[in-house]
């Protein structure tokens, strides 16, 4: 048995979802496993469809209806949420953790007004009557940097611009002071200019709540400034997790690497991109060995027939690659 | 609001002025001299002649139009060959009935689509989505005057519970409603299973559920006002469609409404009647549908004219 530092919040242990009935059947998550301690910042990281915004719903309890959760434990303050009925878990929902979704113009619902959907936090979850909750929702609309917030609670969504949405996506996902905030790609919907004002604003609220934070992204500038640790998933697993600056500057598994290269650094040209070449596995026919293997520069004939597991380097990190000690000790990507 | 009101308004009583004038063109453009048909063959010339001058059917034809657009303007239309008393008596104690049996087959229908239609998007693909998916498409397809005589036969004929006709009792709406809803509830059940179906699945409802709130509130409030918008609309125009519904309806059952008015009255040739039961189905039509925009309008903030 592992042990865990005594102010784990959240430990995702084995975790495995599969969608589907039985012909068509895929895991979209597969052992996947990672702890957060209270107040500190993880970043799952990943190219499109490796499994991040499912390993989030898992948490909050939020699985299509053709999805379940097939082995594993979700721990959080010392619960297993799996075991738990679903209407526990979401008991937990906006008092325990707090999500805030990708694209705020959905997210917010058209017909009541933004005080309306603010303001039903505090009514259904803390029983305030309707006076209490109108200022409750006033105030946490004031934090998240929403001038006039009194005069706006009576807005609908449609009134807001997209940046503005997602201050009130992020008002309702900390009304209640949530203990763990999970933010699924916050900022990839917005113009470029509003997305580092939306990564402060998280941060800010984190800094003065203490709460932990679990950041879905696909923009690593982002992960840079504002994580402890990431975890990169690649086809449904972790293939590398660590300190977000030993990750950065010696990556141990080749997708993480290709994932670096891939940021445009600031001097190159924009648009000379050195994305991985090839397509991420189709979940249903997963390759053989290393998922990534056909897609990896270092592959050698081992990796096509033995699956790496994920192993300690060092006495904070882990990787997934047969050869991450070479891996790491490659030249620096930039 | 205003001006857009204003506008809709004037749109209504153009339909309705046209709809008046195809009516009256076209009941004149029937065979058959109404004086003629209320005096029978033996009539002598003269009494036709002096009959059709109390009728006001002696002038030029544009003549009668001007004079039956103005009366129409104070709502007078005339007075019925074959009832003998002003057409819009005839018409209002039919209007009335026909009103109460629209309006029981409206509750009908929603009292039992919705509930029904909620249930099959809340287990999608489950035997009582099943069950329930594919009674309402029969239910759709059946002809009214089929499940008319259907119900006649059982509960008339068969166990004697229900009168097979007339207005005399007050559960004697009971047969002709629920006929009349069939269809318009096979709509609904469709349409509020497809509709929450799609709701479900849209970005607020996860954020209400990430709220925590229970699955009755993320269902009955979140979802289901959003599922309303596009509900309210087909529901709006499938009500003309209950109107037409009725004259087949009220035929089978014997119900005097103004469907049945309207068929007896052209069949007498009888034409300020049949004038005024035209002219307020249609009115009835339209106030329907502005009732149902403005309805949007509320239903929907993003729509909400001048806000
Ligand atoms: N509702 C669903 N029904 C079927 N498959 C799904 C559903 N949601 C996700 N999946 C599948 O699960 C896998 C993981 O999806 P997930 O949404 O977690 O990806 P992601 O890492 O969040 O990608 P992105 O960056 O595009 O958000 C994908 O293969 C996806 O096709
Ligand atoms: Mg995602």
Redesign the pocket.
Known sequence: MITRPADTLLSVDSLAVR??GNEDAFL?VEDVSFDLRAGETLSLL??????????AQAIMALL?R??AITSGRIVFAGEDLVSLPRSRTRDLCGTRMGMVF?DPLTALNPVFTVGDQIAELFRVRQGLDRRAAWLAAAEVVDAVGIPDARRRLDAYPHQFSGGMRQRLVIAMAIALKPRLLIAD?PTTALDVTVQAQIMELIRDLQRETGMSLLL?T?DLGVVADVTDRVAV?YA?RIVETGPVRDVYDNPAHPYTRGLMSSIPSLEESPGLLAAIPGMPPN?KERPSGCPFHPRCAFARPVCSVERPALRAMGDRRKAACHFAEEVVRLDPVS | MTRYLGYRILSSLVVILGAATIIFVAIRAVPGDPALVVLGPSATPEQVAALRTEYGLDGSLLGQYMHFLARMATFDFGSSFRLGMPATQAISQAFTATLSLALAALCIALMIGFPLGILCALRPNGWSDRIISSLSMTGQALPSFWVGIMLVMIFSRMLRILPSGGAETPEAILMPAVTLALPLLSIIVRLVRSGLLEVLGEGYVQTARAKGLREPRVVGRHALRNMLIPVVTVVGLELGGLLGGAVIVETVFAWPGLGRLLIDSIAARDYSVVQACVVVLVLGFVSINLIVDLLYGYLDPRVRVGS
Do not use: D, L, R, Y
Request: proline share 9%; aromatic share 4%.
């Open positions: 969608f589907g979209a990943g190219e499109s469809g490796s499994g991040k915004s499912v390993t299509p053709n999805a990708q790609e879905i696909h998933m449904g979940p």
